[in-house]
């Protein structure tokens, strides 16, 4: 039984990847999580596009909806060179990150695979900005999670 639940807990983890978005918990709440996250991309340079908070649009609506925000940021050079060799990549970018608060009050961070978004819009010869770019999405994430 035990070798079926790490079996089963294995091809999760597997599908959650293979779906091309990667995801972290945080030691945060959803705004301590994601003004850390905020920082981290500022003090990397990148270009701060927006902040959606999809609670207070809910609430706006007279809807309730557990805290949940996405940070939209980008690098405009490393963009320019994807979107020069496929234009069609510009309706994934700027790039996104999720925090998000689930059913058991936990704080998730969830983004796409910079390398799994290269590769559905055939960037796979970009292979060194692509992989640099994905060294600073999950550089950023730990910075936002990282216990204190």
């Known amino acids: 039984m035990k070798h079926c639940l790490l079996a089963l ?3 999760i983890a597997g599908l ?7 995801e972290s ?3 945060h709440d959803v705004d301590t999580t994601m003004q850390r996250l905020q920082q981290a991309a500022e003090n990397k340079g990148l270009q701060i596009f927006s902040l959606v908070d999809h609670a207070a649009g ?7 909806l557990a805290p949940n925000k996405v940070l939209i940021f980008g ?3 490393l ?10 990549i510009g309706v ?19 983004y796409r695979d ?8 055939g960037l796979e010869r970009q292979l060194k900005p692509v992989q640099q770019a994905r060294g600073v999405l999950a550089g950023l994430v730990q910075q936002a999670i990282a216990a204190d």
Do not use: C, E, F
């Not at 963009?79 to 069609?88: E, V």
């Open 79 to 88: 963009g320019t060179l994807l979107m020069k060799q496929n234009p069609a």
């Open 25 to 27: 918990t945080s030691p």
């Open 9 to 11: 807990t294995l091809l």
């Open 16 to 22: 959650a990847h293979a779906s091309g978005y990667l």
């Open 114 to 121: 910079i390398q799994s978004l290269a590769g559905a819009h």
């Open 92 to 110: 994934d970018l700027p790039l996104k990150i999720s925090v998000w608060q689930d059913a058991q009050g936990h704080t998730r961070v969830t």
């Open 75 to 77: 690098n405009p050079k």
């Open 58 to 64: 809910a609430h706006s609506a007279g809807m309730d």
